[in-house]
T-cell receptor, first 109, second 112 residues
Framework: RKEVEQDPGPFNVPEGATVAFNCTYS??????FFWYRQDCRKEPKLLMS???SGNEDGRFTAQLNRASQYISLLIRDSKLSDSATYLC??????????FGKGTRLSVIA | DVKVTQSSRYLVKRTGEKVFLECVQD?????MFWYRQDPGLGLRLIYF???????EKGDIPEGYSVSREKKERFSLILESASTNQTSMYLC???????????FGPGTRLTVL
């Protein structure tokens, strides 16, 4: 099983839709989890950290399910500007952060 | 606000040339990282450093070396560039080892 797995997409959704991405991980000892956003030909930027109890930032909600070893990102009321690639990121033991390959989202007018 | 800068946005080099990619961060971060990103392969860690004059191999160190003489600067060196090193190179830094990483804008390197 790969360390971090994401559906590459693309997810094509209309404006205003709700969309959710999952990311599964293999190392049950992983402790830190993040979602990053990467626009086309730009660097990745932190979108939000993922806390055990789940957390929300405006239209974005992140959840962690340790039992099933996945994290999720929910985007409500999608905007055109949400079009990007979303990277699942976590630590795997004591090594540097591990980045997923990303899920591409396209929000269509 | 963390700022990570990279010396060039675009670079074109010839096979066999020695290439230096510079990265500077202004937030006194201990940890710095070099990645390359290729379509379909995601971000791959080349080298990282947790302190000045310290370096550790990442997942794909072959063909690369690094230098960290000062805390704020981390250089990636391609001793003899090859066409398969054509890629986007991204530098990042973090305050703590397993903490959020902040990325520079990237250098798109083409080796002809």
């Amino acid at each position: 099983r790969k360390e971090v797995e994401q559906d590459p997409g693309p997810f094509n959704v209309p404006e205003g839709a709700t969309v959710a991405f999952n990311c599964t991980y293999s190392n049950s000892a992983s402790q830190s989890f993040f979602w990053y956003r990467q626009d086309c030909r730009k660097e990745p930027k932190l979108l939000m950290s993922v806390y055990s109890s789940g957390n929300e930032d405006g239209r974005f909600t992140a959840q962690l399910n340790r039992a099933s070893q996945y994290i999720s990102l929910l985007i409500r009321d999608s905007k055109l500007s949400d079009s990007a690639t979303y990277l699942c990121v976590l630590n795997s033991g004591n090594t540097p952060l591990v980045f997923g390959k990303g899920t591409r989202l396209s929000v269509i007018a | 606000d963390v700022k990570v800068t990279q010396s060039s946005r675009y670079l074109v080099k010839r096979t066999g040339e020695k290439v230096f990619l510079e990265c500077v961060q202004d937030m006194d971060h201990e940890n710095m990282f070099w990645y390359r990103q290729d379509p379909g392969l995601g971000l791959r860690l080349i080298y990282f450093s947790y302190d000045v004059k310290m370096k550790e191999k990442g997942d794909i160190p072959e063909g690369y070396s690094v230098s960290r003489e000062k805390k704020e600067r981390f250089s990636l060196i391609l001793e003899s560039a090859s066409t398969n090193q054509t890629s986007m190179y991204l530098c990042a830094s973090s305050l703590y080892r397993l903490d959020t990483q902040y990325f520079g804008p990237g250098t798109r390197l083409t080796v002809l």
